[in-house]
């Protein structure tokens, strides 16, 4: 290929997956890669292999021009500022923005499935940045509305393992999860794509499972019993801010819950294997891949 393409939030897990699938999966030159974080220092490797990495700060709004030079295709990976309201989506207009008047030609959007109207508190943040695509003056733009990622778990799963309890208030509704690296590769894929347009994918998992079924599933894997509790949604908040989460944080990710149970993650789309060619991976070749990491 020979345009540039810019991949924001490099030095996070997606970002770094991104950019791995661009030269080992896609085979785009890694001079034509441009990775963009708040941490350049943490991204001297790729810098070695000759990706180009620059210093990006989505508050200071007058330096992205320049941060953005020279890129064809931009992934902008949605920003994880949750410490004061309004912060991420300014952020992400601030980015649009720039991207316009950088001349960036297409914009990827990594968002959240069904934004509108969905009782997680961050929800609107993705809802308004949509907005802001759809507003804007860009040739084009993806909005990928990524399902949530089966490696969420893995913060929670030693806690689940060692009680045996996994407590939920999502009142037993199914969610089609996906691997974030299958993510990775839908994002890479688009943005090494020449695709222009205005379009919305949603990526799921090829199957939507409760938590009792994710805990027959893990339970196989590990040899461990695991019971799924249903408690009240305040129950849940409390029980987080007990083991240490801030109120304001525990109530975001209480808000899942009933985002859950109001089966608005439920849906299995074709969009991952439409733009890939490839099937997602199971939940249970997920766990059994990784069971090592969690046990």
Known sequence: ???????????????????????????????????????????????????????????????????????????????????????????????IAAAEQAGVSHVIYTSMPKPEGSPILLAPDHALTEAALKDSRLAGWTVLRNHWYFENLMSSLPQILGSGRWFTADQGGASADIARDDLARAAATVLAGSAGGKQVFTLSGGEALTKAQKAQIISAAVGKPIEVVQVPLEGLIQGMVGAGLPRPLAEVFASFEPNTAQGLVAEVTGDYQTITGVAPQSFADWVEKTKPAFT
Not at 37 to 44: A, C, D, F
Request: a positive charge.
């Open 1 to 95: 290929m020979s345009q540039s393409v810019l991949v924001s939030g490099a030095a996070g897990q997606l970002g770094r997956a991104v950019i791995r699938h661009l030269l080992t999966t896609l085979g785009v030159p890694a001079s034509r890669i441009i990775a963009t974080t708040r941490k350049p220092e943490q991204l001297q490797a790729l810098a070695a292999q000759g990706v180009q990495v620059r210093s990006a700060d989505f508050d200071d709004a007058g330096s992205l021009v320049a941060t953005f030079a020279g890129a064809e295709r931009m992934l902008l990976i949605s920003t994880d500022a949750l410490d004061r309201p309004g912060r991420r989506l300014q952020q992400h207009k601030n980015a």
